[in-house]
């Protein structure tokens, strides 16, 4: 299985590369379209080879998803911290009534009691 993992990785470097050398040539990004950076005075814009503009959409997607999920699961996350500590509680109360039961009973009985 790991070999299988290997072949792909190379698979994938090999094409990502081949994207990469198919798309060198220079393309300019701007930040706003011409009459609005012209109306606001804020008129950057910067060259760079296709594949890096292309690579950078990817990552900035996958970044964006990631946080979007992380977002959204915050919900499940928090109900799950707080079904652990009434689980925490409600075993300490358990372990409380069982120590106050055997107070009574004879140390082997008491013993048989926790294993159980």
């Known amino acids: 299985m790991r070999y299988i ?3 792909f990785l190379a698979a994938l470097g090999l094409a990502l590369g081949a ?3 198919a798309n060198r040539g220079a393309v300019t990004l701007q930040l706003l379209p011409d009459g609005i950076a012209d109306l ?9 080879p296709l594949f890096v503009v292309i690579f950078g959409g990817i990552i900035l997607g996958l970044l964006i998803g990631f946080m979007w999920e992380w977002l959204r699961e915050h919900k499940l996350r928090a ?8 689980v925490k509680k409600l075993e300490r109360e358990v372990r409380r009534l ?18 159980g």
Do not use: T, W
């Open 5 to 7: 993992r290997y072949v």
């Open 19 to 21: 994207m990469a050398l």
């Open 40 to 48: 606001v005075g804020l008129n950057h814009e910067i060259s760079l």
């Open 79 to 86: 109900e799950s911290s707080r079904k652990g500590s009434q």
């Open 98 to 115: 069982k120590g106050r039961a055997a107070e009574g009973k004879d140390e082997v009985l008491a013993l048989l009691d926790e294993a």
